[in-house]
T-cell receptor, first 116, second 115 residues
Framework: NAGVTQTPKFQVLKTGQSMTLQCAQD?????MYWYRQDPGMGLRLIYY???????DKGEVPNGYNVSRLNKREFSLRLESAAPSQTSVYFC???????????????FGQGTRLTVV | AQSVSQHNHHVILSEAASLELGCNYS??????LFWYVQYPGQHLQLLLK??????LVKGIKGFEAEFIKSKFSFNLRKPSVQWSDTAEYFC?????????????FGTGTLLAVQP
């Protein structure tokens, strides 16, 4: 039972490079989320997707793009990485009916990204 | 804007002490409420959740939380902490009725339990 799988686990980028963080879930959840975690700031929502084919901005979307490829997969892309994007990134998924979740969010193991 | 406040940023307790971590949110409508725990180097794991019904919710590892709607609060409690409870604790809120669903987290409380 894999749950939420994120790749890669670690990544070092140079300023200006691009990369895509991959996330897949096998729980048939309709909602998926991308968060970044920084010390003292908790988890901040970057983007979320309530269903296949829809995406919405969260609190800190600048510098990121997302794709909900299908129901299972939700990727996060950094087009031109900046040192301010050094963080730990978590993907999560949940089931929801309309805007109300009917399960908790399940989290991936995280990606530790360093931009130098 | 909807927000979640955790007033205790860093808590240090001795083993067997009682724990209460505060969580308040700013949203007047229906909400789902969660407490997550993150052990060092790991991802977030669910401690407990409130969707409806009894406002006193029991979770794993002896944790419980009480939803007080009039105070917009969902405080986490444990009668007697153990060294293994050392972790960061996050309160999260899912507000119902907006354009799309969101799960909003507080800034977290770092708990250190001394043996």
């Amino acid at each position: 039972n894999a749950g939420v799988t994120q790749t890669p686990k670690f990544q070092v980028l140079k300023t200006g490079q691009s990369m895509t963080l991959q996330c897949a879930q096998d729980m048939n959840h309709n909602s998926m989320y991308w968060y970044r975690q920084d010390p003292g700031m908790g988890l901040r929502l970057i983007y979320y997707s309530a269903s296949e084919g829809t995406t919405d901005k969260g609190e800190v979307p600048n510098g990121y793009n997302v794709s909900r490829l299908n129901k299972r997969e939700f990727s996060l892309r950094l087009e031109s990485a900046a040192p301010s994007q050094t963080s730990v990134y978590f993907c999560a998924s949940s089931s929801s009916i309309g805007t109300l979740m009917n399960t908790e969010a399940f989290f991936g193991q995280g990606t530790r990204l360093t931009v130098v | 804007a909807q927000s979640v406040s955790q007033h205790n940023h860093h808590v240090i307790l001795s083993e067997a002490a009682s724990l209460e971590l505060g969580c308040n949110y700013s949203y007047g409508g229906t909400v789902n409420l969660f407490w997550y725990v993150q052990y060092p180097g790991q991802h977030l794991q669910l401690l407990l959740k409130y969707f409806s019904g009894d406002p006193l919710v029991k979770g794993i590892k002896g944790f419980e939380a009480e939803f007080i709607k009039s105070k917009f609060s969902f405080n986490l409690r444990k009668p007697s902490v153990q060294w293994s409870d050392t972790a960061e604790y996050f309160c999260a809120v899912n507000p119902y009725g907006g354009a799309t669903n969101k799960l909003i987290f507080g800034t977290g409380t770092l708990l250190a339990v001394q043996p």
